[in-house]
């Protein structure tokens, strides 16, 4: 057998280490970039994306939020004046309708849904309250609002309602209706 293409344990191992060397060459990095992962200026750009998204993500949250407010407040109005005609026209066959208010509506039957007071239940968390106009036949509607803007929405909204005996408004963030 010949020796000299047979291979020796230090001469297997000295090709190996060549070997190994050979591959860590080829994977050094030639710049500090090619090391991976991210600068400071490219973590701050990011974090700066990310802010103003969420910035406009939230400004248009509010939007949405004071719309459906809006909205959900027109609806308890609207239901609000057709309970008290309902419960007025039965009231009268019954007798009196000098005094209105939630408590009494609900005292006499009527369902409010989730009113039990008034105090607090709108959409806007504030109070609506009712009460008999100075004439007697007319009711007034008080709607308590999150601002003066949501107010003055609601005071045009309501300007064109046909059973309006004045026209509604505002005082401070509180509408006012009177209804016949």
């Not at 601002?147 to 005996?165: K, P």
Request: aromatic letters at 6%.
């Amino acid at each position: 057998m010949n020796t000299l293409n047979k291979p020796t344990p230090t001469r297997a191992i000295h090709s190996k280490e060549a070997s190994i060397m050979k591959s860590a060459r080829k994977r050094a990095p030639s710049s500090p970039r090619s090391q991976g992962g991210w600068t400071i200026i490219e973590i701050m750009i990011g974090a700066g994306l990310a802010i103003s998204l969420a910035l406009i993500a939230f400004s248009n949250f509010g939007d949405v939020a004071s719309t459906k407010a809006q909205t959900d407040a027109m609806t308890e109005i609207q239901d609000m004046r057709t309970k008290v005609q309902s419960w007025r026209n039965a009231k009268a066959r019954r007798g009196s309708t000098a005094t209105i208010g939630i408590s009494q509506m609900i005292l006499d039957g009527m369902s409010l849904s989730r009113y039990t007071d008034g105090v607090g239940q709108n959409a806007y968390g504030k109070d609506i309250g009712l009460a008999t106009a100075a004439a007697g036949s007319d009711w007034t509607l008080s709607y308590g609002t999150a601002s003066t803007t949501a107010c003055t929405f609601l005071e045009d909204a309501l300007t064109n309602d046909s059973n309006l005996v004045t026209p509604p408004s505002c005082t401070g963030d509180t509408l006012s209706a009177t209804f016949n």
